[in-house]
Nanobody
Framework: QVQLVESGGGLVQAGGSLRLSCAASGRTSSSYAVGWFRQAPGKEREFVAAVSWSAGITYYADSVKGRFTISRDNAKNTVYLQMNRVKPEDTAVYYC???????????????????WGQGTQVTVSS
């Protein structure tokens, strides 16, 4: 089992920056990939970004490419999502998720991930 806790959400003005953190505990000795997803009110959950265990491979949604950066510090069991030049449409609850990779990894597919955090709210004001 892996437990995930997101932090760093809050209220930010459009054009500003925010850094989200996803701290993992539990069976963190296992290799796992991590993804960030978000869900806005009345909308389906959507993929934002993902990073492989070694951090050598990253994926981004087109809507955040060039503005958001995903990274990880395996020594701290933490994955980060640096959000720059945020827009009002980035407003959502952001979730991190872990995929042990036991059945392959589909980074953009939420069903690929076995463990989820409780989410952190990001609100971007215009």
């Amino acid at each position: 089992q892996v437990q995930l806790v997101e932090s760093g959400g809050g209220l930010v003005q459009a054009g500003g920056s925010l850094r989200l953190s996803c701290a993992a505990s539990g069976r963190t000795s296992s290799s796992y990939a991590v993804g960030w997803f978000r869900q806005a009110p009345g909308k389906e959950r959507e993929f934002v970004a993902a990073v492989s265990w070694s951090a050598g491979i990253t994926y981004y949604a087109d809507s955040v490419k060039g503005r958001f950066t995903i990274s990880r510090d395996n020594a701290k069991n933490t994955v980060y999502l640096q959000m720059n030049r945020v827009k009002p449409e980035d407003t959502a609850v952001y979730y991190c998720a872990a995929d042990p990779g036991l059945n392959g990894w589909a980074p953009r597919r939420d069903l690929s991930y076995d463990y989820w955090g409780q989410g952190t709210q990001v609100t971007v004001s215009s």
